[in-house]
């Protein structure tokens, strides 16, 4: 596994193998080295770049790794699709390559997912002391009418060619993906994408941690805007009644990166905890 300087010396990239393949990692790393190390997880079409409200003011005080990861930001598309276990590995790698073995995570949306699946996974080294969690992703949401309208609807379209023999089958509905109707059918964000990234989306946003969330241990703060269009306020009570240490804090006005709207509020509960947490 190679490690260089990149462009500054608080940026890196990181050479993590995945199997039999390896993925570069960029890694932003500033603050001092000793002590407890906050660990910047960003959400979905986001970077770590989106992170540096937080990451910013702690890295005066603690360390601060930020990570893009891969097809995001500074770090190319994975070379094949990634679901939530290979980035909870990516994570760990990156820990063990930067020689991190006291930290904490502060995830934002898909981030918080990776978050919670890593901290509930148990038998492992590597386990965090605290979350700090902005709008985590990961917990299901109660459905509307109009979700299950394009869930039928896309059983339909597949219906003729579930018929087919097999080879005449996988063509036709690799066609039909490729569709504009399919494409109609889908998110904004999975419209969006293609190949690998759409595949790597499709894993990671049908990953559920909800029957994950009693094995996490530590310390959970979760972080919530009041005008999150993203992720609800049902979705944020089930997480905290669920987790055995978790709190969950009510952001008025602020919306699905209440991280960028009410930026203090965040970091002074983690420096906080933080300060609580330090060797």
């Given amino acids: 596994m190679g490690l260089r300087n990149s462009d500054s010396e608080s940026e890196k990239d990181l050479e993590i193998v995945l199997g039999e393949q390896s993925t570069r990692i960029r890694v932003v790393d500033s603050g001092p080295r000793e002590g407890l190390a906050l660990v910047f997880l960003h959400g979905w079409g986001s ?3 989106l992170m540096r409200s937080l990451s910013g003011p702690l890295s005066a005080e603690f360390r601060s790794i930020s990570i893009d990861f891969p097809g995001h930001g500074k770090s190319p598309n994975p070379p094949r699709a990634l679901g939530v276990p290979e980035h909870v590995s990516l994570v760990r790698e990156v820990l063990n390559q930067c020689e991190v073995t006291h930290f904490a995570l502060i995830g934002h949306s898909n981030g918080g997912r990776v978050s ?9 080294d ?9 709008s985590p992703s990961g917990i299901r949401r109660k459905r509307s009418w109009k979700y299950y309208g394009k869930v039928w609807a896309a059983r339909i379209l597949k219906a003729p060619f579930n018929v087919l023999p ?3 089958k996988e063509f036709g509905l690799d066609w039909l993906r490729h569709s504009l109707v399919w494409r109609l059918l889908g998110s904004s964000d999975y419209r969006a994408l293609s190949g690998v990234m759409r595949e790597t989306f499709v894993h990671t946003v049908n990953h559920y941690v909800t029957d994950r969330l009693s094995h996490v241990s530590c310390p959970v703060l979760v972080y919530w805007g009041s005008n999150d269009d993203a992720i609800n306020r049902q979705q944020m009570d089930e997480l905290t009644k669920a987790l055995p240490d978790g709190g969950l804090f009510v952001l008025e006005g ?3 990166f209440s991280h960028l ?4 509020v965040i970091i002074n509960g983690v420096r906080t905890l933080a300060k609580t947490m330090s060797p």
């Fill in 126 to 134: 590597l386990r965090p002391a605290f979350l700090a969690l902005v």
């Fill in 166 to 168: 097999p080879r005449a």
């Fill in 254 to 256: 602020a919306g699905h």
């Fill in 116 to 124: 919670l699946q890593l901290a509930s996974e148990s038998g492992q």
């Fill in 261 to 264: 709207n009410q930026p203090d």
């Fill in 47 to 49: 970077s770590s770049h």
